[in-house]
């Protein structure tokens, strides 16, 4: 079993920078791949970045050069530094373990960016 927790959202300005922290625990592989979604109102769900046990990145289009996901060695915290925000990354940031047919999420943290 994996809990995951984050935190760091908050209210910000446009153009300013927030750093999300994921606190994973329990039976976290450095097999699976973590990263960090979102959910604006209204909206489906979408991933916003990945990073895989090797350490290889994967960012969507929309925060590429804006947003850098981070982990620690052991798997126990993963980030999300994100700058240069804009008013629609303003959503729920959730983060999310998948090892093979195994998914985890947290409780989401809200981050909201005002222009």
């Known amino acids: 079993q994996v809990q995951l927790v984050e935190s760091g959202g908050g209210l910000v300005q446009a153009g300013g920078s927030l750093k999300l922290t994921c606190s994973g625990s329990?039976?976290?592989?450095?097999?699976?791949?973590m990263g960090w979604y979102r959910q604006a109102p209204g909206k489906q769900r979408e991933l916003v970045a990945t990073?895989?046990?090797?350490?290889?990145?994967n960012y969507t289009e929309s925060v590429k050069g804006r947003f850098r996901i981070s982990r620690t060695t052991n798997w126990k915290n993963i980030f999300l530094q994100m700058n240069s925000l804009k008013p629609e990354d303003t959503a729920v940031y959730y983060c999310?373990?998948?090892?093979?047919?195994?998914?985890?999420w947290g409780q989401g943290t809200q981050v909201t960016v005002s222009s």
């Open positions: 329990g039976s976290i592989s450095s097999l699976s791949i």
């Open positions: 999310n373990y998948r090892r093979l047919s195994y998914e985890a």
């Open positions: 990073v895989t046990g090797r350490g290889a990145t």
